[in-house]
């Protein structure tokens, strides 16, 4: 049996429509992603993601879990502009050891585009998983739904949504790379996010990740999902989150606690530590 790898390709909606201007700013803001994506990244990668074609991304992955997480972060990042990915699980038959991800070949890749390509006629699916099992179905409507509340998120909220996926991760595997504290290339990624919402959507008022060089000697407090035994999931809704939060960004829990309601930030955690869980899961029965 062929040994099974992921595939991720992400690309950004319309983005024709954008003036040159905020393309440029788009395209900035989307290489300084993966630059510090990939370091988080490294030991689940086997081809770095990179630039394939325009503004289209592509990457070669250990798992599916890895994958998704990895397009997660992308659109939360990239927030407020929509990307649509695909993800591939399947063989890597043609492997060019000197040749990036664009270089190689395998349904891995065949599958990646085939699921790109759907999120067109998929009605509220940014983003699929084409695997050619049944469990696409389930796992697509859980990774579609998580997207679709994400992408519905004011920029506040969108903010305050990303502070928690680099403090509590909602994959164990992270872990390892942000210990005790955010390194600070990821510290300046989050700068630079806020620097974009300012210039993109012209907000004038101070936004969480304005604060976010307090960061860098905050002390992580990491997700437990992985540990998790209960027959339903909870672990996306953080204990001590709000309070955490309030202290780094000088405002009541309270203000916290109603944003994080108001955006259903737990029930998105929760819906995406679901399908990671699934992946994992699938994958050792594999």
């Given amino acids: 049996m062929k040994e099974l790898y992921s595939s991720l390709i992400i690309d950004i909606v319309k983005s024709k429509s954008y003036s040159i201007e905020n393309r440029n700013q788009i395209q900035q803001l989307l290489s300084n992603t993966i630059d510090v994506l990939n370091q988080l990244f490294c030991d689940q990668m086997i081809r770095p993601v990179d630039f394939s074609a325009g503004d289209e991304i592509q990457g070669l992955f250990a798992s599916p879990e890895s994958a998704y997480m ?9 927030h407020p502009v ?39 006629a998929g009605e509220g699916y ?44 909602v994959m164990a595997d992270l872990e390892q790379y942000l210990p005790h504290s955010l390194p600070s290339f990821v510290a300046d990624l989050l700068r630079r996010k ?20 307090y960061l860098l000697n905050y002390t992580s407090h990491f997700n437990d999902a992985h540990k998790e035994d209960t027959f339903f999931i909870t672990s996306g809704r953080q204990r001590g989150a709000s309070i955490i ?39 050792q029965e594999e």
Wanted: avoid cysteine; charged fraction near 20%.
């Fill in 245 to 283: 939060l309030a202290d780094i960004l000088g405002i009541s829990r309270q203000s916290i606690d109603k944003t994080i309601k108001a955006s259903n930030i737990f029930t998105a955690r929760n819906m995406a530590i679901a399908a990671i869980q699934e992946l994992h899961h699938k994958r």
């Fill in 126 to 169: 940014p983003v699929l998983m084409f695997t050619n099992t049944y469990s696409d179905r389930i796992i697509n409507a859980v990774i579609g739904s998580a997207s679709a509340i994400a992408a519905t998120q004011s920029t506040y909220q969108n903010h305050l949504m990303l502070l928690l996926e680099f403090m509590f991760p």
């Fill in 70 to 78: 990895y397009y997660r972060l992308v659109s939360l990042i990239l």
């Fill in 82 to 120: 929509k990307i649509r990915a695909g993800i591939g699980t399947g063989s890597w038959d043609i492997q060019l050891a000197d040749k990036g991800t664009t270089g190689q070949d395998g349904t891995v890749y065949h599958y990646a585009r085939h699921a790109i390509k759907n999120t067109d």
């Fill in 194 to 213: 806020s620097e974009f919402n300012h210039i993109f959507e012209r907000i004038d008022k101070e936004l969480p990740l304005d604060r976010a060089n």
